[in-house]
Structures are given as C-alpha cells and as structure tokens.
C-alpha cells in the first residue's frame, strides 16, 4: 500500500501522589527522546512471531523514506499524523480473513514511533514537540481520523477496544477486543430490518494516555453532540463474557501497564485517576445503560454474564441497584481495578455528564494467549450478536 500524504477528513489526600504519577508517565511516553519500554519490545516480538509484520514492510518502507529527508518540525507533523491515518487503514486490509490480527498493528505502530522519536532527536525537538508529534500520532493510528457516519445511517454503534498487554509473560499475546474492532469498523449490519454501522477506536494500555483524556478525546464530542446511538467499551477479561454493571471510581490493581508502570494503587488504598490536571470527578460507581437482558439471550460457545460484583472498602458486594452503594468506596468495580473498569467508568461519566440517552458500557470478553482466528471468529461473532440486540432493542 502507498502511504497516502493527503490530508484526512478530518479528592482524596492521594492527588499529589496521582500528580506525581502522571508526571512520570508523561515523561516516559510523550517526552523521551529514548525508546520506551514498549519500543524495546519490538525486536524480541518480530524473532518469536514470524512474518508478525510481513503486510507492513512496504508501508513501513515506504514511511522511513519519507521520514529521512525531513528536515523542518512541522513537516513531520503533518507526516506522522497522516502516516498514523494511514496505518490505521492498512491494517483494516491487510488480512484477507474476516478476522483481524490486532497484533501486527501494534507493532507496526511502535515501530513507526520508534523512528519518529528517532528523528525528533535529530532535529533537535522540544519536549513540547515531542508531545504534540506523539498525540496526533497515537490518535491518528488508533482509528480518530477513520469514524465516518453519515445521514443514512439509521444506527450508529461507536465501540473501542484496546492493545495486547502483560506481553513480558506473552510476547505473543493477542486482545479479542481490538481484533473486534478492527474486524467491524466501518462494517454495517442488519436486525429485524434495522441497519447499523460500526465505527472503531483502538485504546493503550498505558495509565498515562488515560491521564491525557484519551479516552475523553476519542468519546466526548460524539456523546455531548448526539453523534452516536450507543457506544460499547470491549476488553479481554476471564473465561466467559461479562457486562460490567457497576464501573467504579478507582484504580486498584497491582498490575503494569504496557510501559510496566505501576500506579501504587492497592485494594487497602484504591486511588482516584487523574484527567490532567484534576482527579477524576465522579461517584465511587456508576451504571451501564445496556439493555444486558436481551444481550444475554445470545447463544453461542461461551455465557454472557451481567457481572454486579463490586469491591467496596467494606467487602465484596452483589448490588441489584446502583443506590446500594452510595455510601460506599470503590476498590473494585464490575469489570475490575484495571483500565478495563476505567474506560468503562470514564464512557459512562461523560454519558451522565452530557446526558446523553443512549445505551453506554461495556463487554469483556473472554481471554486467549495468542492469535486464533477460528477462537477469535467464534468470539467476535457473539460479539456482533450482541451488538444486534442492542439495536433491536432500542
């Protein structure tokens, strides 16, 4: 595939802690002029996954060309933003299946920002650059530039999904949810003679993107403006599917991010996330709008759960409504102590905030190791029937 330059349509005493953090993770993401953690990956990934890249190495080429003879800033701006545009379309096409590899893309993208950050060291760029180069970059390659709806859709569905992650225990390791999205982006469907169209964002599993609003970035305008009819956050989670009812405030998982950052949360003292420069404002939980009945009644190889169970200061809960925990502290919600829980939570804030009547949560989905395309076929089918009952019953 060439690689197309012409521009696209385009409140706790633990907030120092938490600024401190967010800190930290700017430093080490947006600023270094140094691989990252997840760019050192890249060579291990390439020897244990063979031909993981092989649809990429045109473009991949093709963007080091380009990149070479750069010689001002704002040229490179301009390039990684519509190159990021670019990966993201390619990795759409690259498989011929139905089923998507999420794994090639992103390791073709971090091979890319392996190579920018390379030569903003060249020319010499500030951290302000470098930060600005990256965000308009990771949004271009995570699908902002491709969510395309129009009049005659009669249904929009907006869904993310997120990178492979804990990849020093698996570097093979695959996530269904972004192989999900990126097998239906731009896909329409049909139920009961209702026409819907799927449209997809790619998230990273780093604490620092969820920081810098990413997720608010990718979700707000099209919640605060009626853009879309329903908006599904999908992760990998446990053995079967879950919706996750009750998204809590905190994080409080001793997990690393992709960048085998630490937040420092635990169960004893769950943090609040930050959104810039403020912690998060929300309640301790919150509530999907998902009509889970209908989505339950879906037949397939694995069960859909509605997951009530919530972790409390106070104990583990198994609320019916969301008052029952109005008094309570959040450790864990439904979907966890990770980011899984905050996308979700985040989603469903910004639902509240813009009061948008839309239905609004989140799927996990259940877990593999790596790449299986009849596994990950089987799993985004029921996903896509899922989808098909949140429509129909609108």
Known sequence: MKLNLAPFVISLNMVVSTCLQASSETASVYRSESPTIEEQRIDVAEKKNHGLLDSYKVYLHQFDERLNVMKHFEALLDLSQQAGAGLWRLAKQTELRSIKDDRSLYWARLKMSKAIRKKLASLNATPQQRERVFWLFELASRGQQDVMFNEN?????????????????????????????????????????????????????????????????????????????????????????????????????????????????????????????????????????????????????????????????????????????????????????????????????????????????????????????????????????MLQQVVASR
């Open 153 to 385: 859709d009669e249904y929009r569905v907006l869904i993310t999904g997120f990178d492979p992650f804990f990849l020093d225990r698996n570097i093979a390791q695959s996530n269904p949810s972004g192989s999900i999205a990126l097998s239906l982006d731009g896909q329409r469907y049909k139920v009961q003679d209702q026409a819907f169209k799927v449209e997809a964002l790619m998230l990273p599993v780093r604490f620092d993107d969820f920081y810098r609003g990413m997720v608010e970035s990718f979700l707000g305008d099209y919640l605060r403006n009626n853009k879309v009819d329903a908006v599904i956050t999908i992760s990998m989670g446990r053995s079967q599917f879950d919706l996750e009812r009750f998204p809590g405030l905190r994080r409080s998982a001793q997990a690393p991010d992709n960048l085998n950052y630490y937040t420092g949360a635990t169960s004893r003292q769950p943090l609040v996330p930050q959104l810039k420069n403020a912690s998060l404002d929300g309640p301790e939980f919150v509530e999907f709008s998902l009509p889970a009945q209908a989505m339950k009644s879906v037949l397939g190889p694995y069960s859909i759960n509605d997951n009530r169970r919530v972790v409390t200061l106070a104990g583990v809960k198994y609320p019916e409504k969301l008052s029952e925990l109005n008094r309570s502290i959040s450790v864990e919600g439904s979907g966890g102590g990770y980011l899984s829980n905050e996308v979700s939570y985040r989603s469903i804030r910004l639902r509240n905030l813009y009061n948008a009547q839309i239905p609004v949560g989140h799927i996990h989905t259940p877990s593999v190791g790596s790449f299986n395309s009849n596994v990950q076929r089987k799993i985004t089918e029921q996903v896509i029937a």
